[in-house]
């Protein structure tokens, strides 16, 4: 089992800047890959952007290209999201989630989520 904690998430102006965090503990060797994603009331799921435990290589959605950053520190088995130039429609709860093999797009594991508000 792998357990995986979000934090950083708050309240903050326009153009402002947050960090997320993702500390995964448990089976974290399983862990293939670790995404970031969103959700804002009304909306579907969206995806926000991934990064591979092994070799680094990142993904990043459209929406956030330039804006947002993914990251992870492989000693600390944390993954974070650097989130830059924030806009009112980033408004979402963030969840970071955690994927054991390479092949298909489902995500095994799912944090509890971090609301992130941007106020304009």
């Known amino acids: 089992q792998v357990q995986l904690v979000e934090s950083g998430g708050g309240l903050v102006q326009a153009g402002g800047s947050l960090r997320l965090s993702c500390a995964a503990s448990?089976?974290?060797?399983?862990?293939?890959?670790m995404g970031w994603f969103r959700q804002a009331p009304g909306k579907e799921r969206e995806f926000v952007a991934a990064?591979?435990?092994?070799?680094?290589?990142?993904n990043h959605a459209n929406s956030v290209k330039g804006r947002f950053t993914i990251s992870r520190d492989n000693t600390k088995n944390t993954v974070y999201l650097q989130m830059n130039s924030l806009r009112p429609e980033d408004t979402a709860v963030y969840y970071c989630?955690?994927?054991?093999?390479?092949?298909?797009?489902?995500?095994?594991?799912w944090g509890q989520g971090t609301q992130v508000t941007v106020s304009s």
């Open positions: 989630a955690a994927k054991t093999t390479a092949w298909g797009t489902e995500y095994d594991y």
């Open positions: 990064v591979r435990w092994s070799g680094g290589s990142t």
């Open positions: 448990g089976r974290t060797d399983r862990c293939y890959a």
